[in-house]
């Protein structure tokens, strides 16, 4: 077997080409090396779960609910009652983040804060009956979204990766 010679550019060949019109630069991204970013596992679940969130937003678009309010309103549900600092705590959002996005589910009438009895600064955190109505249906569209998530990696692979990341939960 013998090398083969390597292609000449001619004056009208696509590397020559692009290369004076400037465009010799690779924008194609699947044509960027990534060196050892290959190897870390921090950039692998970091663009897994940039395609992940990409995908349940698409998948629930129709209900205009994003991954942070299902999942407020998900722990919300499975535990009334709930403080704020509760379910900041649970779900490792921050205080103040985690008002805003209570604000903009009480403003849709989903969940309601109470304020507590025994200590006026803290309040209780329920779904309303439209919430609870709301909540099935997110979760008929985020059963869908999970398996988007199958079919992607397959479903040994996605029953191996809950299992690695419930470490973490």
Do not use: C
């Not at 009652?81 to 805003?100: D, S």
């Not at 507590?116 to 600064?121: A, E």
Request: charged letters at 30%.
């Amino acid at each position: 077997m013998t090398a083969s010679a390597p292609q000449r550019e001619t004056p009208t060949s696509p590397a020559r080409k692009r290369a004076h019109s400037g465009k010799a630069r690779r924008n194609d991204a699947h044509e960027i090396g990534l060196d050892a970013l290959v190897g870390h596992a921090g950039y692998a679940v970091r663009r897994f779960q940039i395609w992940i969130f990409q995908d349940f937003v698409k998948t629930l678009a129709s209900v205009d609910i994003k991954p942070t309010q299902y999942s407020v309103m998900t722990v919300i549900g499975a535990n009334p009652g709930l403080t704020q600092m509760a379910v900041a705590n649970r779900l490792g959002i921050e205080r103040a983040r985690l008002v805003h996005l209570l604000d903009s589910l009480e403003r849709r009438k989903l969940v309601k804060r109470v304020k507590s009895k025994s200590d006026r600064r803290s309040h209780a955190l329920h779904l309303t009956a439209p919430g609870e109505t709301a909540l099935a249906k997110f979760k008929r569209l985020a059963a869908e979204h999970e398996r988007h998530v199958e079919d992607k990696i397959g479903k040994g692979n996605r029953e191996k990766l809950l299992e690695i990341l419930g470490g973490f939960t």
